[in-house]
């Protein structure tokens, strides 16, 4: 996560608050702060000292490099729907969470996360970049089947994302379009 992100999931009143806090768990050996891509600021992650407290997964975590601009994404989008439908995170489901709780040998393709909404399941997919059409369409069939509603959020100058999923409404008429930039304004 980025700091940002710790400082609006956690409800610090300012970025100052967020870093003074950041500062003593990092002391403490709780997380770590790293940098990983140029342009990009530090990500911060638990350490195993960090892992064992919070009773999370002890293992390391495998940071992508390919993967840090996307997961940024997500996170900024889930704080945006967090906000726009007053929820907390308790009420969002990880992608790493529905592995784990179909255990991870299971090959199946999850949405970025879940949002539970009046006793539905709404599946929430950022798309940053056009994928190989066949696979594409299978996760729009399976998010249509497996949740009440999908949404979508895909960046302004993706037009063939978008064509896709709007020609994809006819059939799946549970599908919902956002733009990245849209939501990051919340």
Not at 7 to 16: D, P, Q, R, V, Y
Not at 64 to 88: E, W
Not at 113 to 125: C, S
């Amino acid at each position: 996560m980025l700091g940002r992100h710790i400082e609006k999931m956690c409800g610090f009143n300012t970025a100052s608050a967020c870093d003074k806090r950041l500062k003593v768990l990092i002391t403490a050996g709780f997380i770590q702060r790293k940098k990983y891509i140029y342009g990009i600021p530090s990500l911060y992650t638990l350490t195993h000292k960090g892992k064992i407290l919070s009773e999370y997964n002890k293992r390391q975590d495998n940071i992508r490099i390919d993967k840090i601009h996307h997961d940024i994404c997500v996170l900024d989008v889930a704080i945006s729907l967090m906000n726009i439908l007053n929820i907390s995170t308790d009420y969002i489901i990880t992608e790493r969470e529905l592995h784990s709780n179909d255990g991870f040998g299971v090959s199946k393709h999850y949405p970025d996360f879940v949002l539970l909404q009046n006793d539905k399941k709404l599946a929430v997919e950022i798309e940053l970049s056009l994928k190989e059409r066949k696979r594409f369409e299978k996760n729009i069939q399976d998010n249509y089947r497996n949740y009440a509603t999908q949404i979508w959020v895909i960046p302004k100058q993706e037009k063939k994302i978008f064509e896709i999923l709007d020609k994809s409404k006819i059939s799946y008429t549970n599908i919902r379009i956002y733009y990245i930039e849209d939501l990051r304004k919340e």
